[in-house]
């Protein structure tokens, strides 16, 4: 069930310094894949933010990354709300068969895709900066891939901004944007809660090419990813 997603880390660990994310990438799990650390490190909301320009917003939430993955982008709209698109994916699904009209769809998720209103946007960007957005993460933050965290990148008012909350902390029961993305979230899947994971339990399980650590910094990743 994990061949594909453990080829696509494999290759991320080649590929990485080379691919940059762009939106075209989500509904191609290959693509999205190789393109993975670029999206964490926000760089195409870098590439597009300056003064006067929509503000825009990632949340990621890793909830061991063989098991679910959820993803919220937010653009600004002239009225107030957002533009909203939200990507859950985990473990291959493949009871159904393949198709081979989408061989790809067991791997690709579930997107959606929709518009929120002024009051619901305002209550995710509360919720952000009530969970310490603006705050730098602690030096040497590490956020590891078959644990649970969140990671936010953004661009406010021409200014980005990145960070992230690794499980188990203070500053990740300090998180409050669940509530705030769920009353938006129309995929109807449940959190993955957290919970510990004994890496080395989980490493006889899945295969190591799974698993990989990002050490962030305000400004982004820093020195690219660790894989294990």
């Known amino acids: 069930m994990l061949i594909f997603r453990h080829f696509a ?7 990485v ?9 989500r509904s191609n799990p290959i693509l999205r ?9 926000g760089d195409d909301i870098r590439s597009y933010c300056r003064a006067g320009g929509p503000d825009r917003y990632r949340l990621v939430y890793n909830a061991n990354w063989n098991e679910q993955v959820r993803t919220y982008d937010l653009t600004a709209t002239a009225d107030g709300g957002a533009d909203l698109v939200i990507q859950v994916s985990g473990d ?5 068969g393949v198709s081979l009209s989408d061989p790809l ?17 305002r209550a995710i960007r509360d919720a952000l900066h009530a969970s310490g957005f603006a705050t730098p993460p602690p030096r040497g933050t590490r956020l590891k891939s078959w644990g649970f965290f969140w990671l ?3 661009c406010e008012g021409g200014k980005f901004r990145y960070n992230g909350w690794a499980h188990p902390s203070l500053r990740f029961e300090g998180v409050k944007l669940r509530e705030a993305l769920m009353a938006v979230d129309k995929t109807g899947i449940a959190f993955n809660p957290p919970r510990e994971v ?26 690219n990813f660790i894989p294990f």
């Not at 310094?17 to 990438?25: D, G, H, I, K, V």
């Not at 769809?105 to 946007?121: C, Y």
């Open 152 to 154: 936010a990148a953004g």
């Open 105 to 121: 769809a067991p791997w690709r998720g579930r997107i959606e895709r929709g518009r929120v209103g002024r009051g619901e946007f």
């Open 33 to 41: 894949n190789l393109a993975w650390f670029s999206y964490l490190n």
């Open 92 to 96: 291959a699904n493949l009871m159904g």
């Open 198 to 223: 004994d890496y080395r339990l989980d490493n006889e399980q899945k295969d190591a090419q799974s698993h990989y650590q990002l050490v962030i910094t305000a400004d982004g990743i820093k020195d």
């Open 17 to 25: 310094a080379s691919c940059t994310y762009s939106e075209e990438n």
């Open 9 to 15: 880390l494999a290759a991320l660990v080649l590929l």
